[in-house]
C-alpha cells in the first residue's frame, strides 16, 4: 500500500528535500504540498492524504492550529491524515501544544532519513513516534506550565484500570518503548502490546502520545517522575 504524504513547510527548499527522500521509496508518495496551515486545510479538502508532515511556525496558520482542524476535521479513523510534526527546535511549547492538538508524532527536521521514513510508516499504520528522550524532555519542561502540575485524584477513567494496566500507563508516560517495558515487568511483548491497547481502549485514546499526557494531566505521574 502507498502513503500518500503531504508536506506542509514554509520553506520550498526543505520541502523539495523531503520530497526527494520520500520519492525514492516504493510505498509512498508526495500527493500534495503546502507553505502553511490554511494552505494546507484547503488542500485537504480535495486530495486524499494519509500522513501530513507539519512545520510548526508558519505565516497565516501555525502548525499547531493546522493540526487542531485536520484532527477535529477527522473522527480519528483509519482512513483519516494522521500529523507528524516536525521542528527546527527540540523543546518547542508548539509542539507540545500539537501533540495536545492530536498530532501522532513529533520529530527534529535534521532527524535522518532512515528514521523520518520509519516515522511515517509507523503514523501511518496507528503508532505514534515520540522518541522517549524527547517525550520526557517535552513533559518534564512544560508540565508544571499546565494544571496538571497540581496534583488531582485520578480520574475515574483512570480509576477503570487494573493494576497492571496502570502499571504499564505509568512506564509508557516515562517513554519506555513496549520491549522496555517487557523487559522492566518480566512480560512478553506481546502481552505489554495487549495491556496497551486495552489502556487506550479504556480511556478513549487515540495513541500513546494522548496516553502520556493524559498521566500528566490527571497527575497519575508528575514532572520529574512516577507518583
Known amino acids: 500500500m502507498t502513503v500518500r504524504v503531504m508536506l506542509v513547510d514554509d520553506q520550498a527548499l526543505l520541502r523539495t528535500g523531503f520530497r526527494m527522500v520520500l520519492a525514492a521509496q516504493p510505498d509512498m508518495e508526495v500527493v500534495a504540498e503546502a507553505g502553511d496551515g490554511a494552505q494546507a486545510m484547503e488542500v485537504l479538502r480535495a486530495t486524499a492524504v494519509d500522513v501530513v508532515l507539519m512545520d510548526i511556525r508558519m505565516p497565516v496558520m501555525d502548525g499547531v492550529e493546522a493540526t487542531r482542524r485536520i484532527c477535529e476535521a477527522g473522527e480519528g479513523g483509519p482512513g483519516d491524515p494522521k500529523v507528524l510534526i516536525l521542528t527546527t527546535f527540540d523543546l518547542d511549547e508548539y509542539a507540545f501544544a500539537a501533540l495536545k492538538a492530536g498530532a501522532s508524532g513529533f520529530m527534529l527536521k535534521d532527524v535522518p532519513p532512515n528514521e523520518l521514513l520509519a516515522a511515517i510508516r509507523s503514523v501511518h499504520s496507528g503508532d505514534a513516534v515520540v522518541a522517549p528522550s524527547t517525550t520526557k524532555r517535552l513533559l518534564d519542561r512544560f508540565s508544571p506550565l499546565l494544571p496538571s502540575a497540581v496534583a488531582k485524584p485520578v480520574s475515574k477513567e483512570v480509576a477503570r484500570l487494573t493494576e497492571r494496566e496502570r502499571e504499564v500507563l505509568l512506564l509508557v508516560a516515562q517513554g519506555l518503548s513496549n520491549g522496555e517495558i517487557a523487559a522492566h515487568l518480566v512480560l512478553?511483548?506481546?502481552?505489554?502490546?495487549?495491556?496497551?491497547?486495552?489502556?487506550?481502549?479504556?480511556?478513549?485514546?487515540?495513541?500513546?502520545?494522548?496516553a502520556v499526557v493524559l498521566a500528566y494531566e490527571t497527575g497519575l505521574v508528575q514532572a520529574g517522575g512516577a507518583r
Open 188 to 210: 512478553s511483548e506481546a502481552t505489554v502490546k495487549t495491556h496497551v491497547g486495552r489502556i487506550l481502549t479504556k480511556l478513549e485514546l487515540r495513541d500513546r502520545v494522548q
